[in-house]
C-alpha cells in the first residue's frame, strides 16, 4: 500500500491546533485539527472521521495546505459563470449607446434593453437577457434617463398666470 502525500515541514500538530483557536473560520479550524492529528501520528481515516468527511476530501485539504499554508483551507469565492460579452463586444454596444439609433435602420427611436439584446444578438449571435445586459449597461457608466412627463394640452399662459397669483390667498 502507498504512503499517502506528505504535509508540509514547517508546520507541526500543536502549531495547527494554535491556528485553529485563532481563525474565526469554522470550517477552516475543523481542516487544521484535522491536519493537527494527522502530523502527531494519526491516519488519513482518523482525520476523516475527526474533519467528518471522506478520505478523498482529506487527501484534497493536504493538498490545498501544501500548496497555499493554512489560507489554502478557506473556501474561496466561486468564480461564477463567464461573461457573455467580451471587451471588443462591450465597446461596440457603448458606440451604438453613443451613436444612438437611427430610426430607418434600427426600426426604435430609442434605445431600450429589448432593443440592445436584439442587436446583440443580429450583430454577435450573442444572446443576452435584459437583466444582464441592464448590468452590464450600468457597469459602463449609463443610467435611464427619462425626462418629465408634460401634458399635451399644457397650456404655457396659464401656467406664467398661475405662478403670477398671490399665494396668501389660498391660506
Known sequence: MRSGISLRDDFDGEGLRRLARQTKDAAQARRLL??????DGGSRSDAARLGNVTLQIVRDWVMRFNERGPQGLINGKAPGPQSRLNDQQRAALAQTIERGPTPYLDGVVRWRLCDLAQWLWEEFRV????QT???EVRAMG???LAARPKHQAQDPQAIEDFKKV?????R
Open 166 to 170: 398671490e399665494t396668501s390667498n389660498y
Open 133 to 135: 445586459l441592464s448590468r
Open 34 to 39: 484535522a491536519l493537527a492529528s494527522i502530523y
Open 142 to 144: 449609463y443610467r435611464k
Open 127 to 130: 444572446s443576452v437577457s435584459e
